[in-house]
């Protein structure tokens, strides 16, 4: 059958356009084999069948006399109605499918939609029920310490630190009371010691002694003398704000007497009547308030615990906290949950009438993204209507002595996500109608544009691959001419000089004439300066390539621009008897976040160029606060920089700026990428002039885009030797021009593992000129080190990357983790002329430093005693 080639796992656009590719090669092949026939006598058996798909409508029985364009116009008409018959009925295929599923899914989808919503919704319910009766809990809990601490003797400053450490402990109440059974008897006494104690703390309360209401319908007044016991809050905090409830009988009013004589009955704990607290100062609502509703509170009061040691005389005195409901509500209130309101009511209120419980406070809850919720006190809703909410959960709990039913209500509804159920199910089947509509008819157009967008972008990544090839190649080229430029030169330079020396030294005697001698150690120096400017341009480069890439990294500390950066960096500029006079223009005390090393850097690198174009004059390094960032200036009395070069000053691969062409021509380059690392902006002042007539001079400003910050305490850490030593291309002369380094130790071993014999020996002969002592072996590669290791032991071994022998090969790194893992503890140090510092140090070295090898033999000292003080691992 057809249809077997069309397999479930293709798409359904897939599947049409094969059927409709497969239909149009039947056409043309019918077509073709209709033709052959018209060529032949009559009709043979050998005619070429079509395929199966027409084969039911050739099948059909022709007479004898029929004509071939007959036949062939009956089987085009045959395919054509086909063709419709299937893409019509694959059309209704899909579209019922896709309805059919669509509709499936959405049932599914909305069913276990409504079901996850409830159990969200009870869940989050049964969380906030359950916070209530938490928050409850630690309101009991504090009652009870309170009676226990003030069971036994106390005074009134015990009273108020307790207060203080209970306040500091989060929980939010309007007081705290200590209620004592004060007789008939002790009631003037109490009253003295009251009134003394707010004469001298509190002024400005009128003491009167005992209060109550002496009456159902007599407001608040002194209490009547002829009760034979009392209940006064005679302990109470703050004061300020309750000044009402100082020494209130609790026994004289109607719902605070039912909470003490029911406390008494069930010696446990028990709650008021709602109350509306007011301040009597300012008639300000205490607990705040909801619409045109005043907001509720209530009384706990707490008997506290019958204790072993004294069962005669408990209960007796009460613990009470004065509670607002709403701050019993956002106590209890989290940010998890759903958008939802929360109601509290009273079951035991004696005004409960008609199954209407009394409400004591509501809260709306709202969750809001990255932040608490948001809450609003809200005013209650009839008892009744709560639980005729599409979505509500009602649980009664145990408060005290009283039964309070908590209503959560849901405010995000069963409903709000099906609309987008909806309107997927709709795109579905709308979009599905319309695409497989459109389908046959546009698939044509469809698949031609295709192929030509296929075409175009085939053109335009050829054409944007031989744009990148040619701005590789012209990099590579530009590249290739820098570096012959800038280095032919000094080489040539070198191998003359070379040359020269070679030739005197062929002489039978050489040297016998003193000018021969100074000529020989000139074309000395000239090899010197041009290894030491390759050296330089290589550094230059392999840091260019590092910031480049954004694998170069700073270290932003607190720094001191004068000590830590322009007084270094002004030494090693200051030369003995020149006439460049270094000056240095920063205020103390100038701290910046920056990279002292690079910083430095940068400022020697500007200070070179500047020495290069003064004979007599000044450079002056300067630092100042602008506008509220820190800035540092460069300036110079030189030759100043022609108008024409100065757009193109930090290109890479620039031409040097001076006659000679001593510079590099990537320095001022590496200058804008190391202050652009650390956040800051390099550029030339245009409108500066040096003040000397003739030379203009130069100055390059360093805008650290960035305020000056405070010093931190410990300024010496900030000032090491070992900072200065570090700053990259910075000479040893420059960086220890008054000092000698630290004297080696006399004895050594020492294992040096490289490739290369020459430089085996090179470090040999240099390390002996230093340390004569010192014993040095060789080995050629990692898998020799690591049997020289087994038989020897060495306090220092230097390790080469790149090695290679007969059988395989170690890199450095893996010897160097290698010697680790056997259990070799020596002192290494990694050495390669490419940036592995990482990768050395990863793999269980102590430093790492770049090639080739100083030779010098100051500078190689230095560069031992580094690395010997370098700490164990």
């Not at 295929?93 to 899914?105: E, H, K, R």
């Not at 599905?432 to 085939?458: G, M, P, Q």
């Not at 460069?634 to 510079?663: H, M, N, T, W």
Request: aromatic content about 8%; glycine content about 6%.
């Amino acid at each position: 059958m057809v249809f077997s080639k069309f397999r479930m796992r293709k798409t359904k656009s897939e599947t049409l356009r094969e059927i409709k590719s497969h239909i149009e090669g039947s056409i043309q092949l019918h077509t073709a084999s209709s033709n052959h026939e018209d060529e032949e006598e009559g009709h043979s058996s050998s005619a070429p069948r079509v395929v199966d798909v027409v084969e039911p409508y050739q099948r059909a029985p022709q007479s004898d006399t029929g004509s071939t364009g007959s036949n062939r116009s009956l089987s085009q008409l045959s395919l054509q109605n086909l063709r419709k018959h299937q893409s019509d009925n694959l059309i209704r295929l899909i579209l019922v499918l896709g309805a059919l599923t669509t509709a499936g899914f959405l049932w599914i989808g909305l069913k276990g939609a409504l079901s996850q919503t409830e159990d969200e919704f009870i869940r989050s319910a049964l969380f906030a029920e359950n916070r209530v009766t938490e928050a409850l809990d630690d309101y009991l809990n504090a009652a009870s310490l309170v009676h226990n601490r003030c069971r036994h003797n106390f005074t009134r400053t015990d009273f108020r630190e307790m207060y203080e450490y209970l306040d500091s402990s989060g929980l939010v109440f309007q007081a705290v009371q200590f209620v004592p059974n004060v007789t008939n008897a002790e009631r003037q006494d109490a009253e003295d010691e009251a009134e003394a104690y707010y004469a001298d703390n509190y002024p400005n309360v009128n003491y009167t002694g005992f209060q109550g209401f002496n009456t159902p319908t007599s407001g608040l007044e002194p209490r009547w003398r002829n009760q034979s016991f009392y209940f006064p809050v005679q302990y109470q905090e703050p004061i300020v704000g309750n000044e009402a409830a100082i020494d209130l009988d609790y026994y004289s009013s109607g719902s605070r007497r039912q909470t003490v004589d029911s406390l008494f009955n069930s010696a446990g704990p028990a709650l008021t009547d709602r109350l509306v607290l007011v301040n009597e100062g300012t008639k300000e609502l205490r607990c705040g308030s909801s619409g045109k509703s005043a907001g509720y509170g209530v009384v706990l009061m707490h008997p506290g615990v019958n204790l072993t040691t004294q069962p005669d005389i408990w209960p007796r005195d009460i613990s009470a906290i004065v509670i607002c409901i709403r701050d019993l509500l956002e106590r209890s209130i989290t940010s998890d949950g759903r958008d939802s309101k929360i109601f509290i009511h009273d079951l035991s209120d004696p005004s409960v009438r008609n199954g209407e419980p009394v409400f004591l406070g509501g809260a709306e809850i709202r969750k809001t993204t990255g932040a608490a919720p948001f809450v609003r006190m809200i005013a209650g809703d009839s008892f009744a209507s709560l639980v005729d909410k599409n979505l509500f959960h009602q649980q009664t709990i145990k408060a005290a002595n009283r039964e309070w039913t908590i209503t959560v209500v849901d405010m995000e509804g069963w409903w709000d996500f099906n609309l987008p159920f909806i309107i997927l199910g709709g795109a579905i089947i709308l979009c599905s109608a319309i695409s497989l509509a459109a389908y046959v008819r546009n698939d044509a157009r469809k698949t031609k544009r295709y192929n030509e967008l296929k075409v175009e972008a085939s053109h335009e990544k050829a054409a944007l691959i031989l744009k990148n090839a040619r701005q590789a190649t012209k990099t590579e080229r530009e590249l290739n001419d820098f570096i012959a430029h800038e280095v032919r030169n000094p080489v040539a330079a070198a191998m003359a000089a070379c040359n020269f020396v070679q030739t005197e030294l062929n002489k039978p005697k050489p040297f016998v004439e003193e000018e021969a001698l100074e000529v020989a150690q000139g074309d000395m120096s000239v090899i010197e300066n041009a290894l030491k400017f390759v050296n330089d341009l290589l550094r230059n480069m392999l840091d260019m390539h590092r910031a480049g890439n954004k694998q170069l990294q700073v270290n932003m500390v607190a720094t001191d621009l004068k000590h830590d950066v322009i007084e270094p960096v002004a030494g090693m500029l200051h030369k003995r008897g020149s006439k460049v006079e270094v000056i240095v223009a920063c205020p103390d005390n100038l701290w910046i976040n920056a990279d002292p090393l690079r910083l430095k850097q940068v400022i020697l690198n500007l200070g070179r160029n500047s020495s290069k174009f003064i004979e007599e004059g000044f450079i002056r390094i300067k630092a100042e606060e602008v506008d509220g960032n820190v800035k540092l200036f460069v300036d110079d009395s030189g030759s100043g920089i022609p108008p024409e070069k100065r757009d193109s000053l930090f290109a890479k691969f620039q031409e040097s700026l001076d006659v000679l062409s001593q510079g590099t021509g990537i320095g001022l380059y590496l200058c804008k990428s190391l202050v652009d690392l650390m956040g800051g902006k390099i550029y030339l002042d245009n409108d500066y002039h040096s003040g000397i007539e003739g030379r203009p001079g130069t100055s390059f400003v360093i805008d650290m885009r960035a305020p000056s910050v405070e010093p931190p305490m410990a300024q010496d850490n900030f000032r090491s030797t070992e900072v200065m030593f570090a700053i990259p291309g910075a000479t040893d002369e420059e960086l220890h021009p008054l000092s000698e380094a630290d004297d080696l130790p006399e004895n050594l071993r020492v294992l040096f593992v490289d490739d290369d014999s020459i430089l085996r020996k090179l470090f040999k002969r240099s390390v002996k000129r230093i340390a004569p002592q010192w014993e040095v072996r060789e080995a050629s590669n990692g898998e020799s080190a690591l049997a020289i290791t087994e038989k020897e032991e060495f306090d220092l071994i230097f390790v080469d990357m790149y090695m290679a022998s007969v059988e395989k090969q170690l890199l450095g790194t893996e010897t160097v983790s290698a010697l680790r893992n056997v259990g070799i503890t020596s002192k290494m140090c990694g050495l390669s002329a490419n940036d592995l510092e990482e990768e050395y140090l990863q793999a269980g070295a102590n430093a790492f430093m770049f090639k080739p090898f100083p030779c010098e033999a100051h500078e190689l000292k230095l560069a031992l005693g580094r690395i010997l003080a370098k700490p164990d691992l």
